[in-house]
């Protein structure tokens, strides 16, 4: 029971919460459909009561804030290896260059990913971090919706950044389940944060994360964290009753502590006052945003009169992915928040994906016979939650 709960949250282009059952052997945590909507909506009109004004809030986003290092064992100051990318095979493409990167995160833990930059950059520019979520093939990085995003985003003027969660791609030091993988991924988050913003073209004030589903759950997650991150859109995941099905999201004690108990709502709403765009559709566990989730977000932003800095769009005949509508909104507050110039990528005054290149797995390969892995990245699961010690 548990484990199909588990896989139905890998798949991530047909995900419903059909399982609503607490996990008996691990009452620490809430997973997957743990609430029924209607509970839900119900435990986070409770939540509401807890805050009245934004000192209110203030200090209960102070409580949430630390349940989720605790309930991560995030260290303060995490001891990162010395950041020394990786970056090879440029592609110059129609207004926009690839690379294929890695960097040491954790001693002994190599971040993979692909670096796309706008052409004819001059002075410094905006960047956007691109988690992303699980597909099947663990091959999320590669897919076309994730090449469409970052190639876009990058024409638009960004640089930005997309990188493997655990076990995908080039990621291959261990399984994606490991115990402690929300653990590792917010760490790679933040150090994927730490090599964005050591590009002399960024400008760190306007810095934005987006991914969906179970990415959705790292740009907020990293969001709550880091305040580096001016901009947040997670896109198909905030939800009242769904905790994120995978352990990647919900395998680690962050919403149930001795002192509180919250929601992803209440996560993502650390985001206040920074800009937040909410994407939800009408097919998953984001199926109430526009009577549930948003009113609550929109509430705390209000305490900082900065309502007009979080939206929702709310595609209801659509479902769980990161498609062209859900891309659209994403580009649009995007170049409305990092003031980018949103004509780079407009057509007859609509959104133009037509010039993007799709390039193959092997294409934007970080490790291959021309660039092995370095001989320092441990191999294997224990050897890697050996790491996190
Ligand atoms: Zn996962």
């Not at 093939?137 to 469409?148: H, I, L, W």
């Not at 920074?274 to 945003?289: A, E, H, I, Q, Y």
Request: contains cysteine; glycine residues 8%.
């Amino acid at each position: 029971m548990r484990s199909s709960l588990l896989l139905l949250g890998l798949c991530a282009f047909s995900v419903y919460p059909l399982l609503a059952q607490p996990n008996p052997d691990r009452p620490d945590l809430r997973q997957g459909a743990y609430f029924s909507e209607a509970d839900g909506a119900k435990t986070l009109a409770e939540y509401g009561k807890l805050h009245q004004d934004r000192a209110g809030w203030e200090k209960r986003a102070a409580l949430i804030r630390q349940g989720i290092r605790d309930g991560l064992r995030l260290p303060e100051k995490p001891a990162f290896a010395p950041l020394k990318p990786i970056r090879h095979s440029l592609r110059t493409l129609d207004g926009y260059t690839v690379e294929n990167v890695a960097f040491e995160s954790v001693p002994g833990f190599y971040v993979t990913g692909n670096l796309y930059r706008p052409v004819s950059l001059k002075g410094k520019t905006a960047a956007v971090l691109c988690p992303h979520g699980h597909t099947a093939k663990q091959d999320a990085r590669f897919v076309e919706q994730t090449q469409q995003r970052c190639a876009t985003m990058a024409r638009l003027g960004a640089v930005v950044f997309v990188y493997d969660m655990l076990g995908y791609g080039d990621s291959r030091q261990c399984d994606h389940k490991i115990a402690e993988a929300p653990r590792l991924q917010t760490l790679n988050s933040i150090r994927a944060l730490d090599f964005l913003t050591s590009l002399p073209e960024v400008d760190r004030e306007r810095v934005a994360v987006s991914g969906e589903s179970g990415g959705g759950t790292q740009t907020f997650l990293l969001t709550a964290l880091d305040p580096r991150v001016k901009v947040s859109v997670p896109v198909v995941m905030v939800s009242a009753h769904f905790f994120g099905g995978c352990v990647c999201e919900s395998g680690m004690p962050i919403h149930k502590r001795p002192t509180h108990e919250t929601d992803n709502v209440e996560i993502a709403a650390l985001a206040a006052p920074r800009p937040m765009l909410m994407v939800s559709d009408g097919k998953d566990w984001t199926k109430n945003t526009p009577n549930v989730e948003f009113p609550y977000v929109q509430r705390i932003y209000g305490y900082y009169n900065a309502k007009d800095r979080v939206e929702n769009l709310h595609l209801a005949a659509e479902g769980h992915d990161y498609g062209p509508s859900k891309r659209a909104a994403a580009y649009r507050f995007l170049a409305k928040h990092l003031k980018l110039d949103l004509n780079r990528i407009l057509k007859d005054g609509q959104i133009d994906e037509s010039t993007n290149t799709l390039l193959t797995p092997a294409d934007l390969a970080v490790f291959n016979d021309a660039y092995p892995r370095p001989a320092n990245a441990v191999m294997g699961d224990e050897a890697v939650m050996s790491l996190l010690k």
